[in-house]
């Protein structure tokens, strides 16, 4: 069965920082792996994902990823932070029978 | 420009009350889904459909079923609803082929009294 583990539940950073979240997956074979991003009161919109080839992603809102085989970790970063980014994030790992399962979510929060 | 769309955003139901979400996609996708979530646990799978009429249960399906009459609508039915069905629901949908993005709608808040 595969699952996803999220370590960090809320994370703050300063406006202009760089911001890390960590995402580890534990799947048997090739994983695809999503970043997905949700503001308050709305559904998800997805920021980037892998299936197979370079290991480090480019999303959209200038966030990218880097698929680590060795070490089961797909940890979205962004250089710099705008207070637009404040949000939550969920990680999530897709099987073979087109199913998605998601991370517990790692909330941002952006201060001035 | 893609569009899955639940048209219930806010409902409050009684307890034992049968309950109807409702959801379209305008993507002619032949997979769609159903998630909850809630606070801490991200989201959890309840069904999800590969195609008209057929399902599959996810990992939480006790006290939900699910309609797929049409290729483009999913409904979720809570049979009897109780107290703790009080979430967030997602629908979502995609294409057959693996990997592929899911689309998710806005989310239906329910609330069971």
């Known amino acids: 069965a595969q699952s996803v583990t999220q370590p960090d539940i809320h994370i703050t950073v300063s406006e202009g920082a760089s911001l890390e979240l960590r995402c580890n997956y534990s799947?048997?074979?090739?994983?695809?792996l999503f970043w997905y991003v949700q503001s308050p009161g709305q559904g998800l919109q997805l920021l980037l994902k892998?299936?197979?080839?370079?290991?480090l992603v480019q999303g959209i809102k200038g966030f990218e990823a880097e698929f680590k085989r060795s070490q089961s970790s797909f940890n979205l970063r962004k250089p710099s932070v705008h207070w637009s980014d404040a949000a939550e994030y969920f990680c999530?790992?897709?099987?073979?029978?087109?199913?998605?399962?998601f991370g517990a979510g790692t909330t941002v929060t952006v201060r001035a | 420009d893609v569009k899955v769309t639940q048209s219930s955003r806010y409902l409050v139901k009684r307890t034992g009350e049968k309950v109807f979400l409702e959801c379209v996609q305008d993507?002619?996708?032949?997979?769609m889904f159903w998630y909850r979530q809630d606070p801490g646990l991200g989201l959890r799978l309840i069904y999800f459909?590969?195609?008209?009429?057929?399902?599959e249960k996810g990992d939480i399906p006790e006290g939900y079923s699910v309609s797929r009459e049409k290729k483009e609508r999913f409904s979720l039915i809570l049979e009897s609803a109780s107290t703790n069905q009080t979430s967030m629901y997602l629908c979502?949908?995609?294409?057959?082929?693996?990997?592929?993005?899911?689309?998710f709608g806005e989310g239906s808040w329910l609330t069971v009294v």
């Open positions: 459909s590969y195609d008209v009429k057929m399902k």
């Open positions: 993507m002619d996708h032949e997979n």
């Open positions: 892998y299936f197979s080839g370079d290991t």
């Open positions: 799947y048997g074979a090739t994983p695809y």
């Open positions: 999530a790992v897709g099987s073979n029978d087109y199913k998605l399962s």
């Open positions: 979502a949908s995609r294409p057959r082929r693996r990997g592929d993005t899911i689309y």
